[in-house]
């Protein structure tokens, strides 16, 4: 089993500080980005490698302002929010079960968003950003191990077959799960871009 003393109550506040921070520091250089692009559409992105790896062509999108501004300003709060409930924890503080629903319904949330962006990004958009994919990356692992702990601690109740037969297996291949969701989602970028990274290879 992996991790064999490792247990999600003691991990999830650190697991939420380190994903939260990178969330911030990711938000913060894509909302600097959207403004130097708003000053100036021409300007060349640091983070634009070639036609494929082209954080600018992700910001200028349609997609890159969803509600009708810049999506990393989402970004900004409700990664600073991760962080404050990670350092709470860390600090003792106890939260009722309403409140661990809200955060599980706002990381539901920010989980169906990242995917719809990597539907839109490979499929529509036609090219990646690096830190969209950390984004993707951290928001997956946030929501994994949140559900997870709100599964043991029991503010979310699943039906008896899942708890004694599924569960139990789930928990044993917690990070087995998470590698192989990741990659899944690294697969599908790769074969839909082979064409490119293909001939190099």
């Known amino acids: ?54 954080c600018g062509n992700v910001i200028s999108s ?11 300003f989402l970004g900004l709060a409700g990664f600073a929010a991760v962080i404050t409930i990670g350092v709470a924890i860390l600090a003792g503080g106890k939260f009722a079960r309403w409140f661990w629903l ?14 719809w962006l990597f539907i839109q990004s490979v499929y529509n958009i036609g090219a990646l950003c690096m830190y969209c994919m950390a984004v993707w990356t ?3 692992t946030s929501f994994w ?8 601690s029991k503010n979310i109740v699943l039906p008896k077959a899942l708890s004694k037969r599924i569960y139990p297996f789930i928990r044993r291949h917690h990070l087995d799960i998470l590698i192989l969701w990741l990659l899944l989602i690294a697969a599908l970028i790769l074969k839909h871009f082979w064409y490119y990274y293909g001939r190099n290879f």
């Open 138 to 140: 951290i928001t997956i």
């Open 62 to 72: 349609n997609q890159g302002h969803t509600f009708g501004f810049p999506n990393p």
């Open 1 to 54: 089993m992996i991790f064999k003393n490792w247990t999600v109550k003691k991990a999830l506040p650190y697991i939420m500080i380190v994903c939260g921070t990178v969330g911030v520091y990711c938000a913060f250089v894509l909302s600097q980005d959207k403004i130097r692009l708003l000053e100036n559409p021409n300007t060349h992105l640091n983070c634009s490698l070639d036609p494929i790896i082209s």
């Open 145 to 152: 191990y949140l559900t997870l702990y709100n599964i043991d």
């Open 102 to 115: 809200m955060v599980e319904a706002g990381l539901v949330f920010a989980l169906g968003f990242v995917h």
